[in-house]
């Protein structure tokens, strides 16, 4: 990982324990408290201390945008974690260069980054200071900056406005919201810190009935269609629903009893405003007919090529979300009995739900292009709790040794994989669809085939719904097109009348008719 810590992804709206960050930052708590030193602000000045995700990262960005400024007396600039530091002054030593100027060397407090610097007069007058043993231990941190580690409520940074007056609760609750699954939480936050900000940084435990009045008429107004930040329908009836969820559980906690018990009638909305709010735009999504031209459109030379083919194919198989795809490894795959097994144990599943789907029937296109990518995996080598689709530089760098455990070659931690390969698959054409795409195909083709009733519910438990409804109302939904479409030829196809139908026609019907009666028995 690079020493600037540009790998390191914490969400904005979450708050951070010293020992969350020094997990996520592989650094020790004294660092972080040289951060603080820097100027990181802590979320209040009770002890644990918290920091605000949204804080961290101005912070780190702050430093690495900091190369070009000019350095104060005794600053030396590291190139290892590209920050203006103040080493501890017993680490300073005085070096002479080659053509005899008088330089300063010494180790970054950070990240251990050896430093050096052409000593000026300001330097020198500053470090010779700092050896007097009269002089106070770290005056080389003395000077007066804009940065200084200050516990602080509402900043402004770079145009950012930070609240963190209410992060110490949030923390809690977060703790609390461990039963959640992660993106929940992150929905939750975003909820919570929109309430948050709308009302300057107020803090909860001074809440009114007025409050909670004035945010539901924030969201009357982002319900037009004319407002520049305006939400759709389902946007504001999951804000909604999160807020509420999380003052009920504020009104249990200590300090907080006193807040306005019928706080949820003041956030309700009237229906008439949610009828006019921004809706979802129609899903896209292809017929199977033209799923499979666009999978045989796709190229097939190289390794990535394959992947990207069976990526494309297994998520209509299975009706399968881009990342439980890309999390499955390839034991998950029962290429005898036609299933994939989701074990939520170790795949990412949506709500933890552990499922085996049967590969829906549709055209064996889809099946072949991931039969062949995992006999490509198997002649490479990769055996069954490998990942069914691994990284790029795991494909060509798969070496088994005999009579030696190798590792398992990890899934991948985002779905990006997925998304470009549905980008490959529509390049030449004119819609170009996402991943999700594929389990609207399968939800539409519930009602384009003839089934039972029976049927149509084994199809949405396939689907990993556990209920028909969720299929009808989320999967699959007819366009304004289609259903023209359907209305205009409704009585367009002729009927027979039995009384017109020749005696042989009479018996193949009566034929039909009970090989269907044999059969439902």
């Known amino acids: 990982m690079s020493k600037s810590y540009k790998n390191v992804r914490l969400k904005k709206d979450r708050v ?57 007396p005794g600053q030396f600039q590291c190139r290892g974690c590209r920050s203006d530091v103040f080493p501890a002054i017993e680490t300073v030593k005085d070096v002479y260069a080659g053509n005899g100027k008088h330089m300063y060397s010494s180790r970054c407090p950070f990240c251990s980054t050896k430093l050096q610097k052409i000593s000026g007069e300001a330097d020198r007058d500053k470090i010779e200071d700092c050896r007097n043993p009269n002089t106070p231990t770290g005056c080389l941190h003395e000077e007066k900056t804009s940065e200084r580690g200050s516990i602080w409520t509402n900043e402004i940074k770079d145009n950012q406005i930070f609240h963190i007056g209410n992060d110490r609760i949030i923390h809690r609750w977060q703790i609390y919201a461990g039963r959640y699954s992660e993106k929940t939480v992150v929905r939750h936050l975003a909820a919570i810190r929109y309430f948050e900000s709308f009302l300057e940084g107020k803090l909860f435990a001074k809440l009114t009935t007025d409050d909670f009045a004035s945010v539901r008429e924030d969201l009357k107004r982002r319900a037009n269609l004319d407002s520049t930040d305006s939400m759709s329908a389902s946007s504001i009836k999951h804000t909604v629903s999160h807020l509420v969820m999380f003052f009920d559980w504020l009104l249990c906690q200590d300090g907080y009893r006193r807040l306005p018990k019928d706080f949820a009638g003041y956030l309700k909305l009237p229906r008439a405003v949610i009828a006019r709010s921004a809706q979802v735009k129609q899903k896209q999504f292809p017929s199977l007919p033209e799923a499979e031209e666009l999978l045989d459109a796709m190229p097939s030379r190289s390794l990535l090529d394959q992947r990207a083919r069976a990526l494309f194919a297994l998520p209509f198989l299975g009706a399968l979300r881009a990342d439980t795809l890309v999390s499955l490894q390839i034991k998950h795959l029962d290429i005898e009995q036609r299933m994939i097994l989701q074990d939520a144990s170790v795949v990412r599943a949506k709500g933890g739900k552990s499922l085996s789907i049967m590969w829906f029937k549709i055209p064996v296109a889809f099946e072949v292009a991931v039969l062949t990518w995992v006999e490509t995996l198997q002649g490479l080598g990769f055996r069954e709790d490998d990942a069914l689709f691994p990284d790029a530089k795991y494909l060509k760098h798969r070496i088994v040794v005999a009579g030696r455990a190798a590792v398992s070659v990890p899934v991948m931690a985002t779905a990006h994989a997925v ?103």
């Open 16 to 72: 951070y324990s010293v020992e969350q960050l020094t997990a996520k930052y592989v650094v020790t708590a004294n660092t972080v408290s040289n951060w603080v030193g820097e100027g990181l602000k802590s979320s209040g000045s009770q002890t644990p201390y918290l920091f605000q995700g949204a804080v961290v990262i101005e912070f780190h960005n702050r430093r690495r945008g900091r190369k070009d400024r000019k350095l104060q």
């Open 419 to 521: 998304t470009a390969a549905f980008d490959i698959a529509c390049r030449k054409s004119d819609i170009k669809y996402t991943p999700h795409a594929a389990k609207h195909t399968i939800g539409a083709e519930r009602d384009i085939r003839a089934l039972t009733q029976e049927e149509r519910k084994a199809w949405s438990l396939n689907m990993g719904h556990d209920s028909e409804h969720t299929t009808e109302q989320h999967y699959g939904t007819m366009s304004d097109n289609k259903r023209f479409e359907v209305l205009e030829n409704i009585g367009s196809k002729k009927t027979i009348d039995p009384r017109n139908m020749s005696e042989a026609d009479k018996a193949k019907a009566f034929d039909a008719m009970l090989k269907v009666l044999s059969d439902d028995r």
